[in-house]
Nanobody, 126 residues
Framework: QAQLVESGGGLVQAGGSLRLTCAASRHMFSRYTMGWFRQAPGKEREFVAGITSSGGSTYYGDSVMGRFTISRDNAKNTVYLQVNSLKSEDTAVYYC???????????????????WGQGTQVTVSS
């Protein structure tokens, strides 16, 4: 059973930064596309960023482009999301996901992802 465990969330002031971390099961990590989604109360789950298994390509949601950066360290079975210039509208539970076929047209859709973490809360105060 693949496992994804997120950490690094918290309360931060607007304009601040955080680095979210997702630790993955060793047996699956290096083979899979990885991604981050977020979900605010009362809203649908929103694609944030994705990265190929090698780390050679990335893709971002429009609302985070230029502020968030996804990266991965396959030696540590970890994917990161650096979130900068935070805004109040970035407040959400952030989820790590794994296992989607790499295609920018479809990786924004939650149902194409095979594995999910439990999420980490990010709260931005204005």
């Amino acid at each position: 059973q693949a496992q994804l465990v997120e950490s690094g969330g918290g309360l931060v002031q607007a304009g601040g930064s955080l680095r979210l971390t997702c630790a993955a099961s060793r047996h699956m990590f290096s083979r899979y596309t990885m991604g981050w989604f977020r979900q605010a109360p009362g809203k649908e789950r929103e694609f944030v960023a994705g990265i190929t298994s090698s780390g050679g390509s990335t893709y971002y949601g429009d609302s985070v482009m230029g502020r968030f950066t996804i990266s991965r360290d396959n030696a540590k079975n970890t994917v990161y999301l650096q979130v900068n210039s935070l805004k109040s509208e970035d407040t959400a539970v952030y989820y790590c996901a794994a296992g989607a076929p790499w295609a920018p047209a479809t990786i924004t859709v939650p149902r194409v992802w095979r594995y999910w973490g439990q999420g980490t809360q990010v709260t931005v105060s204005s």
